[in-house]
């Protein structure tokens, strides 16, 4: 399990290291890392850009030892403002007869196709967009085809949020020092960060902010020798309407998913004057009708109550579209129910209008909103870091909540994981319903939910990167992405 740390967690360990371990040692131990990495890196020529704080430090000191080991490298001193540090280290590199440039424009910078860029120029103390000559070397060695290597964190990126400050390094690699920031992994970062390397320099980063689960971490329990497919539970899953056909019939996506992640039975509760559609597509799935009136399904408690019998968990929302009954069966589920209950898609929309519908809930709850749902549910002004938003939205509702992104958010308020896996390639509808599906069938064998939460999303993840080895980022279906469900837990 790899830790993740927020910037004030990081300035922390910091100041505790200078008790006993001056800035300079810890520049060079910084430097001398940056130096056994870049060197495995062919290059004809090293580009320092340094700017005037710590991180310019670690550049110019990287500078120094390059130059020691006969490489070429030019150095560019970007910004008017340097510390002390930053003061020595350009002394030091002049009587080396080092080529140091002040440059008053990207025009003198001259950086090629064939060079090792060095980003030096912004750290985690970054926090106003970046403009001027600075914007306009960024820009500039971005376009360069050079391999860019950024010191700590891309110059431009928030070191918390993971958001752009005007605009950005695209480093191919980003070591990184202390600990893991959670800005190298969250909102715009992975367009950025490129390869991310952690390198140690002797300081002890101190308890983990978030964490990032690893294979070791996720391990399913063992199926049982002598066990039947009731061992395994029963996931329910809620969803269609008629102006959503397509979105309802990927709800058995989900159930399919829900098969392939172990759960004994998966069980389409869709309305009744749907039940053709689904008959003719659904295999080792069963369908329960609900209610309806003109294709919706409408509140029932005796239906709901025929959805919670023997049911180990339920998702209820995808494919159902604007129902003005949605709200009020949630409202009824999660204060009846007394499995796990995942709300989805529509679901999430129509609980958007009225959070207080699961306060009191009785279940264990998972919500699973992407970006623009999350938003919906928070009414915020989106500024705060995404672990600090879904950690606030967790405990509010005293639930898991799951946000799902490049990079995924999950907590259920008192621990928080950033879920790295997964690939472009599953930017595709039906992506949602698959990981809902999935999470409930892990509901359902392991008991705490925000475990299950993790392991769903951590196994999600990598089934997709199975599937785009497979047949290529372009071209991953939904479907496909179950199919390499198989490997689960192997």
């Known amino acids: 399990m790899k830790k993740v740390y927020s910037t004030m967690s990081?300035?922390?360990?910091?100041?505790?290291?200078?008790e006993s371990t001056s800035e300079d040692e810890l520049i060079e131990r910084a430097a001398a890392k940056l130096c056994e990495s870049v060197i495995s890196v062919p290059f004809a020529r090293a580009v320092i850009l340094a700017g005037g704080g710590n991180n310019g430090s670690d550049a110019l000191s990287l500078a120094h030892l390059l130059i020691e080991r006969a490489y070429e490298v030019v150095v560019y001193e970007v910004g008017e403002k340097r510390n002390e540090f930053v003061g020595r280290r350009l002394a030091a590199l002049a009587a080396l007869g080092a080529e140091i440039t002040f440059p008053s424009s990207a025009d003198e910078v001259d950086v090629g196709a064939e060079d090792l860029v060095i980003d030096g120029m912004l750290g985690i103390g970054c926090s106003r967009d970046v403009t001027g000559i600075m914007r306009d070397i960024v820009d500039k060695i971005n376009a360069s085809g050079a391999y860019i290597v950024s010191v700590d964190i891309p110059t431009g990126l928030d070191s918390d949020s993971g958001r752009v400050h005007g605009a950005a390094v695209r480093a191919n690699e980003t070591i990184t020092f202390i600990g893991l920031k959670q800005g190298l992994f969250l909102a715009d970062a992975k367009n950025y960060t490129g390869r991310v390397t952690l390198c140690d320099i002797g300081v002890d980063a101190g308890e983990a902010d978030y964490f990032i689960a690893e294979g070791g971490d996720v391990t399913m329990p063992a199926r049982l020798p002598?066990?039947?497919?009731?061992?395994?539970?029963?996931v329910k899953i809620i969803a269609g309407s008629p102006t959503m056909m397509g979105a309802s019939l990927m709800a058995h996506e989900s159930a399919q998913a829900a098969l392939r992640g172990g759960a004994g039975y998966a069980v389409l509760c869709v309305p009744r004057s749907l039940a053709a559609v689904y008959q003719a597509r659904v295999k080792e799935e069963m369908l329960f009708f609900m209610p309806d009136e003109e294709g919706r399904s409408v509140y029932d408690e005796s239906a709901l109550d025929g959805v919670m019998k023997k049911a180990s968990s339920v998702v209820i929302g995808p494919g159902m579209g604007k129902n003005a009954d949605l709200i009020r069966m949630i409202n009824y589920l999660s204060h009846n129910f007394g499995g796990t209950l995942i709300i989805d898609g529509d679901g999430l929309n129509?609980?958007?209008?009225?959070?207080t519908a699961v306060e009191g809930h009785t279940c264990k709850l998972i919500l699973t909103p992407h970006v623009a749902e999350f938003a919906r549910l928070m009414r915020d002004d989106g500024s705060a870091p995404d672990t600090e938003r879904v950690i606030s939205l967790a405990r509010r509702l005293d639930a898991v909540i799951v946000m799902k992104n490049a990079t995924t958010v999950i907590s259920d308020g008192k621990r928080t994981f950033i879920n790295v896996t997964g690939t472009p390639a599953m930017a595709k509808a039906g992506s949602g319903d698959v990981l809902s599906g999935l999470m409930a069938a892990l509901a359902a064998n392991v008991s705490d939910p925000l475990k299950a939460a993790v392991i769903a999303c951590y196994e999600f993840?990598?089934?997709?990167?199975?599937?785009?080895a497979e047949r290529g980022e372009w071209s991953v279906l939904a479907s496909d992405v179950i199919l390499s469900l198989p490997h689960l837990g192997n």
């Open 350 to 355: 129509a609980l958007s209008a009225d959070l």
């Open 226 to 234: 002598v066990s039947n497919k009731g061992t395994y539970g029963s």
């Open 10 to 18: 990081i300035r922390r360990a910091e100041k505790r290291a200078h």
């Open 461 to 468: 993840g990598k089934a997709g990167e199975r599937a785009a």
